[in-house]
């Protein structure tokens, strides 16, 4: 029995129409940014042409507005998002926004995606999600912001966030507290929706990074907030998803969050690729062209066959999610992979570039001190590949064989 690595045709088709609008529409427009032009008059007008073509929400179903595509197809678009920081948010296919939008639908009452999701998915608002604490790290179970009801229909909430992604650009936060200490570590914790801004939560600061901070950063959703939960008064109808589901909502989330980040790190990883190709079919050194140096086509090389490695495992994935397989394998491993591979191919192109790279005067610096977070973020490489690691021992005294685990039963 063969195994079919075809594209469906309607996939591919909806792929090359977001490649042309990425690349004619989403890169030029990044020029009319660096010259001057607003960014939200940017965004406003790319949005419009983006609905007029029918580029709108890709992963959300059609019934609510969105393109309605499949794993499979949306992976297809994301690769082709990614080549642009206007891509995704062009097609309101943003990250935080797009996973807490998917959970709003999967969990939110209908007076909740009424009042929440209805603006989100026109575009008029932002969202972000606060999980993440100073003092629990990755360990997500070890968050101590606490949610207590009141007795007047409320719960308060009392604690603190840290590197909530696009806070200071949004219009809503979803926050995650410890609403029952006794409960089994996995139900202590809830989900709540606070409308902003709001006195209770104070952002105090966009954290400082050492990702280059353009004029744009903090309103595109570029920065990560500090903030202070004290005495945020939170309506019960506004738990998402009941109490006690909130690690459980979370993790489901923070899945799509982290196979979004892989897909828009191929399409960055391409782009840099063909910057660096681009760099070296066009310049000369030592009376020989770049193009012609063994050592020069063994770089490409290498950033050639990373993403094919990248792509394969991102179709693999899709496929698995496309038929309802489980992918936590898989997504983890990808995880890891991804982040560090980008890394890989940006670095190769900067090395190419020369002493150009390392300037401010292509993306590719700019990049390279962004995308050092994609180790980090959704949880680091170390939990992934612990998590993973476990899962080979465990298939391992199961079944005698860690191939399962490893990638031996692929399919």
């Known amino acids: 029995m063969a195994i079919d690595f075809t594209i469906p045709e309607e996939a591919k088709e909806v792929r090359e129409r977001v490649r042309k609008w990425v690349q004619e529409e989403c890169i030029p427009a990044e020029k009319e940014m660096a ?73 939110g009452t209908d007076f909740q995606k009424e009042k929440y999701l209805k603006p989100l998915i026109n575009g008029e608002k932002r969202i972000c999600y606060s999980m993440t604490e100073k003092a629990a790290g990755a360990d997500a179970t070890g968050m101590q912001t606490t949610a207590v009801k009141d007795g007047k229909g409320n719960y308060v909430l009392n604690g603190e966030k840290w590197f909530s992604s696009a806070a200071t650009a949004a219009d809503i936060a979803v926050v995650m507290a410890k609403t029952n200490p006794e409960a089994p570590r996995h139900q202590q914790y809830s989900t709540f929706i606070v409308e902003l801004p709001n006195p209770g939560y104070n952002i105090i600061r966009d954290i400082p990074t050492m990702a280059v901070h353009g004029p744009h950063y903090a309103e595109m959703g570029g920065g990560h907030a500090e903030v202070k939960i004290e005495n945020l008064v939170v309506p019960e109808e506004n738990l998402l998803g009941g109490e006690g589901q909130g690690f459980a909502m979370g993790q489901h989330r923070l ?29 000369e050194t030592f009376g020989k062209k770049l193009e012609d140096r063994q050592g020069v086509q063994f770089m490409l090389a290498e950033c050639a066959s990373q993403l094919y490695i990248a792509r394969l495992m991102l179709m693999h994935i899709a496929y698995k999610a496309e038929n309802g397989m489980d992918i936590r394998q898989e997504n983890g491993i990808a995880k890891v992979f991804l982040a560090n591979m980008v890394h890989k191919v940006v670095d190769t192109a900067i090395q190419l570039h020369g002493a150009l790279g390392y300037s401010l005067d292509t993306p590719l610096a700019a990049w390279y001190t962004h995308i050092r977070s994609q180790r980090l973020v959704d949880g680091p490489d170390e939990v992934h590949k612990w998590i993973t690691g476990k899962n080979v021992i465990r298939a391992f005294k199961k079944d005698g064989t860690s191939a399962a685990a490893a990638g031996g039963d692929l399919l």
Request: a positive charge; zero cysteines; glycine letters at 10%.
């Open 35 to 107: 010259a001057g032009k607003p960014y939200k008059d940017v965004l406003a007008e790319l949005r419009k042409k983006a609905r007029a073509q029918g580029l709108w929400l890709p992963f959300f179903p059609v019934e609510h507005g969105g393109m309605g595509l499949g794993p499979l197809a949306n992976a297809l678009v994301q690769m082709e998002l990614g080549q642009s920081h206007l891509g995704a948010l062009s097609m309101n296919s943003q990250g935080p926004d797009d996973a807490t939008m998917l959970t709003l639908l999967a969990h």
């Open 255 to 283: 899945a799509y969050g982290r196979l979004r980040h892989g897909m828009h790190n191929v399409a960055m990883a391409q782009r840099a690729l063909d910057l660096a190709t681009e760099h070296v079919t066009s310049r």
